[in-house]
């Protein structure tokens, strides 16, 4: 079992930047690809940006490509997504995922309660 834990979403302006966190507990993350999920209000869930357990295996959404930034530091056991140039399309809840390391990108096993992020105009 993964628990993972969000931080760092909040209220920023147009054109501003974040950087959320997710810490992991119950199992190291060196064994699971990682990903952000981002949900607006009366939409599905969308994965927005994605690594692989080794680090070597990104994935962005065209929208997110040039400007947000996932990572991990898999000794602190956390993720990271930088976001920059943030747009009002933007806002929604950001949930991490850890998926088993032979699973591919887009297939996830656990889930982080997720993180508000607003962006104002």
Known sequence: QV????SGGGL???GGSLRL???A???TIRDYNMGWFRQAPGTAR???AAISASSLNTYYARSEKDRFTISR???KNTVYLEMNSLKPEDTGVYSCAA???YKALFEYDYWGQGTQVT???
């Open 3 to 6: 628990q993972l834990v969000e």
């Open 12 to 14: 920023v302006q147009a």
């Open 21 to 23: 966190s997710c810490v």
């Open 25 to 27: 507990s119950g199992s």
């Open 46 to 48: 969308d994965l927005i």
């Open 73 to 75: 530091d898999n000794a």
């Open 99 to 101: 998926g088993k390391v």
């Open 119 to 121: 962006v104002s105009s």
